[in-house]
């Protein structure tokens, strides 16, 4: 029942992202729409992280269960970056549009890794796991050190 209920979201979340560009009503609304995606994203990859790091037991159920909330989500932050949407309280970087393809490329690997470390978790093996988590966080890294102000 539980995974019916998470490829349910799933589904959701991608047809839902794929409008989203166009449902907000002001720039800011996608700045705020953005940073609520990253920030649930975070949480959940920071679980994961805990695990990885030795601080918290290893739970093979609730890795994978944390990796699927990011899975999902990972696409859909980056429908919230349109012209003229750096404004208000973000931290994006002009380059996020002066150099919109180097920014769509580091978008793309930070989803690719969230597959493999998805698909990661779902094996059960923390070995593997540590591998992909480790990828994930160097592409995310990566974004942020190009497009994310300190």
Known sequence: MKRIALATLACISVLASLPAAAQFQKPEDAVKYRKAAFSVM???F???GAVVQGK???DAKAVQANADVVATLAALPFTAFGEGTGVGETRAKPEIWSQAD????SAQAMTDAVAKLDA????GNLDQIKVAFGETGKT???CHDAFRKE
């Open 42 to 44: 975070a949480t959940h």
């Open 46 to 48: 920071g679980r994961i």
């Open 56 to 58: 918290a037991p290893f």
């Open 102 to 105: 180097k920014y769509k490329a």
């Open 120 to 123: 990661a978790a779902k094996t």
């Open 140 to 142: 995310c890294k990566a």
